[in-house]
T-cell receptor, first 121, second 115 residues
Framework: GAGVSQSPSNKVTEKGKDVELRCDPISGHTALYWYRQSLGQGLEFLIYFQGNSAPDKSGLPSDRFSAERTGGSVSTLTIQRTQQEDSAVYLC???????????????????FGAGSRLTVL | AQKITQTQPGMFVQEKEAVTLDCTYDTSDPSYGLFWYKQPSSGEMIFLIYQGSYDQQNATEGRYSLNFQKARKSANLVISASQLGDSAMYFCAMREGRYGNKLVFGAGTILRVKS
């Protein structure tokens, strides 16, 4: 697609429920990232995929959080037994090149989706 | 220790004036990259400018320039001729290592442009 697509854009759930957030990266982008942004805060790294493998899961806050990527494309972030502190905007990003940089081609640029806003009541 | 520090929670600037948003970073890796992103109220993250640690010149992209002072470990964003549409949150971020696999972000600075 033309950009990084995320769904749902908004999700309200009750504490203890499981949620799935989906990310569809830009076509051909091999690198995919999940970040979390709590209200008024900076972005917190969660997980990085290169192809279907996740060489860096260091940012996942607990074992309630998991993510997978299939076919080198779509990724799903799953949060089990949601807690109120999980409320945040979950941002997905992708890049064509492994090395993140600038450059006129845009290949090395990390491009973000619009995010999925999760509210846990 | 914080990898990226943005000390200005909020800034105001008069339309058509220039403004500098501060960013300092901390790394022992000689190869790194520094980025600035803009996040308007709509929420999307927009890439603005990039500076590599070995780049000899300060990066510029239109009205955006990066004042890179390597010895001081600072990478301030300068926006010239501010426009109302520049009102947004601005994030500084760093990639550690030549092939570092993620960006580490600062807490951000909210910029408000006054007419």
């Amino acid at each position: 697609g033309a950009g990084v697509s995320q769904s749902p854009s908004n999700k309200v759930t009750e504490k203890g429920k499981d949620v799935e957030l989906r990310c569809d990266p830009i076509s051909g982008h091999t690198a995919l990232y999940w970040y979390r942004q709590s209200l008024g805060q900076g972005l917190e790294f969660l997980i990085y995929f290169q192809g279907n493998s996740a060489p860096d899961k260091s940012g996942l806050p607990s074992d309630r959080f998991s993510a997978e990527r299939t076919g080198g494309s779509v990724s799903t972030l799953t949060i089990q037994r949601t807690q109120q502190e999980d409320s945040a905007v979950y941002l997905c990003a992708s890049s064509l090149a492994r090395r993140l940089a600038g450059g006129p081609s845009g290949a090395n640029v990390l491009t973000f989706g619009a995010g999925s806003r999760l509210t846990v009541l | 220790a914080q990898k990226i520090t943005q000390t200005q929670p909020g800034m105001f600037v008069q339309e058509k004036e220039a403004v500098t948003l501060d960013c300092t970073y901390d790394t022992s890796d000689p190869s790194y990259g520094l980025f600035w992103y803009k996040q308007p109220s709509s929420g999307e993250m927009i890439f603005l400018i990039y500076q590599g640690s070995y780049d000899q010149q300060n990066a510029t992209e239109g009205r955006y320039s990066l004042n890179f002072q390597k010895a001081r470990k600072s990478a301030n964003l300068v926006i010239s001729a501010s426009q109302l549409g520049d009102s947004a949150m601005y994030f500084c971020a760093m990639r550690e290592g030549r092939y570092g696999n993620k960006l580490v972000f600062g807490a951000g600075t909210i910029l408000r442009v006054k007419s």
